[in-house]
């Protein structure tokens, strides 16, 4: 699905990711994860295309056959639109303040996807039906609703589309510890019941044990562990991925 060869990142001459590898297998969540200032969101940055001003990525990362880190802004638009969808840390962020959600959602899905907006309105409240979400929020703005409705209404989004790869960066790290489980349930049932390939970017090793299938741990720009969950749990090899394990108790 997306196979990342000797990604390196570099910002006013300061190297922020150093030769990472690691490969995401489709119909699995995989997890990415470390400390803050470790490189895994400047790593999903440059898997999107949306490094920030003076930031260079060399290296490859092949998904569905494209270098993602090679290919023009206009090849890596209509990649995102066909094939990726994204949740950010803070959903929030996401949403235009002063644009009632229907709008907003339609960009974000029925748009994508060529459908007109009686057909959006017909899968869109389905959609919303079945995440305990009422239709009726379509017509409230993005201040009205709070953190964990928004979270799910970009899940709703997911499930509209049907991407190829979700890309999760942070998504609980703004929510109470009973939102993230819900958060968390949701994305599990979308990878069981649309097998979508997910990527889960977070600092949490509960949500990589009761979430991913495979892990990749980085430390200071590198990885310096990938494996499957269950078998990194039990048998770490890295001494980082070691402490790290040993603060969870």
Do not use: W
């Not at 910002?11 to 803050?36: A, H």
């Not at 907006?117 to 239709?135: P, R, V």
């Not at 609703?145 to 790869?165: F, H, K, N, T, W």
């Amino acid at each position: 699905m997306l196979k990342v060869d000797h990604l390196s990142i570099e910002i006013g001459g300061k190297q922020i990711v150093d030769k990472s590898s690691f490969f995401v297998p489709r119909g699995k969540i995989t997890s990415i994860i470390g400390e803050s200032g470790s490189g895994k969101s400047m790593t999903v940055s440059a898997l999107l295309g949306i490094l920030p001003p003076g930031a260079k990525a060399t290296g490859k990362a092949v998904f569905n056959g494209k270098n993602l880190i090679a290919v023009s802004d206009k090849e890596m638009g209509e990649i995102r639109k066909a094939h990726l969808f994204t949740i950010f840390q803070d959903a929030a962020n996401s949403f235009n303040s002063s644009v009632k959600m229907r709008h907003q959602l339609y960009e974000f899905s029925g748009r994508r996807t060529g459908d007109s907006s009686q057909q959006f309105q017909m899968k869109m409240k389905a959609i919303l039906d079945e995440l305990g979400l009422s239709a009726e929020i379509v017509e409230q703005y993005p201040f009205e609703l709070s953190g964990g409705m928004l979270q799910r209404c970009m899940i709703a989004c997911a499930l509209y589309v049907e991407p190829d790869l979700l890309i999760a960066d942070e998504p609980t790290s703004a929510l109470d510890m009973v939102l993230q489980q819900e958060f968390i349930g949701l994305l599990k049932r979308l990878n069981e019941k649309q097998g979508t390939t997910i990527l889960l970017i977070t600092h949490d090793l509960d949500i990589v044990a009761e979430a991913a299938h495979e892990m990749i741990v980085m430390r200071q720009g590198e990885v310096v562990e990938t494996g499957n969950v269950m078998t990194v749990f039990e048998r770490p090899e890295h001494p980082y991925t070691r402490r790290l394990l040993e603060s969870r108790f």
